[in-house]
């Protein structure tokens, strides 16, 4: 089992370019997740996904948009990057939305220039 | 206030000592609580779930007090290999679904 991988591992962006984060999971999970990581904060939730073809907003989506076509995947994309979205993005997914623990991928370094 | 707060640390502490982290909620009506380890640069993972009668394993104690709204992380017996940041972590199914993470909290073991 891969468990939770993340595509691409870095990328370095211009302001106002777009691009997609792509997230796989082989644990057959309903729930999948798109968190960012900055220096001193925690981990905040982006968006969230319950199961195939249904999305929710997290704490902070604005500036990103996803989609769950297959089971498997969760795509987060960045349609006109900004500097402010230069940060950390981890992809996750559990068994249960709140009782069980999220596996997370290895993360993707987005840089903003 | 902070929905979720962690000891600010660094934590420095010789092997072999035993240190503990606290972590605060502010929603008295949060469901489940989860502590997370995250190595320098990787992905975080679970260390221990915490259950309101507590959870032990092996080294690591986890404690929930609902009534103070806090939960915490005892490491006994420090090792080199526990050098980490520790995470805590509070879901909400209150209105909607809500997972908040603390920003964590350094800790350094040294020989």
């Known amino acids: 089992n891969a468990g939770v991988t993340q595509t691409p591992k870095f990328r370095v962006l211009k302001t106002g370019q777009s691009m997609t984060l792509l997230c796989a999971q082989d644990?057959?999970?309903?729930?999948m997740y798109w968190y960012r990581q900055d220096p001193g904060m925690g981990l905040r939730l982006i968006h969230y996904?319950?199961?195939?073809?249904?999305?929710a907003k997290g704490e902070v989506p604005d500036g990103y948009n996803v989609s769950r076509l297959k089971k498997q995947n969760f795509l987060l994309g960045l349609e006109s990057a900004a500097p402010s979205q230069t940060s950390v993005y981890f992809c996750?997914?559990?068994?249960?939305?709140?009782?069980?623990?999220?596996?997370f991928g290895p993360g993707t370094r987005l840089t903003v220039t | 206030r902070k929905e979720v707060e962690q000891d600010p640390g660094p934590f420095n502490v010789p092997e072999g000592a035993t240190v503990a982290f606290n972590c605060t909620y502010s929603?008295?009506?949060?469901?489940?609580f989860f502590w997370y380890r995250q190595d320098c640069r990787k992905e975080p993972k679970l260390l221990m779930s915490?259950?309101?009668s507590g959870n032990e394993d092996g080294r690591f104690t986890a404690q929930l007090n609902r009534a103070s709204q806090y939960i915490s992380l005892l490491i006994r017996d420090s090792k080199l290999s526990d050098s980490a940041t520790y995470l805590c972590?509070?879901?909400?199914?209150?209105?909607?679904?809500?997972?908040?993470f603390g920003a964590g909290t350094r800790l350094f073991v040294k020989a």
């Open positions: 972590v509070v879901n909400e199914r209150t209105g909607g679904f809500k997972t908040i």
């Open positions: 915490v259950y309101s």
């Open positions: 996750a997914s559990s068994y249960s939305l709140a009782l069980y623990e999220q596996y």
């Open positions: 644990m057959n999970h309903e729930y």
């Open positions: 929603n008295s009506a949060s469901q489940s």
């Open positions: 996904s319950v199961g195939e073809g249904t999305t």
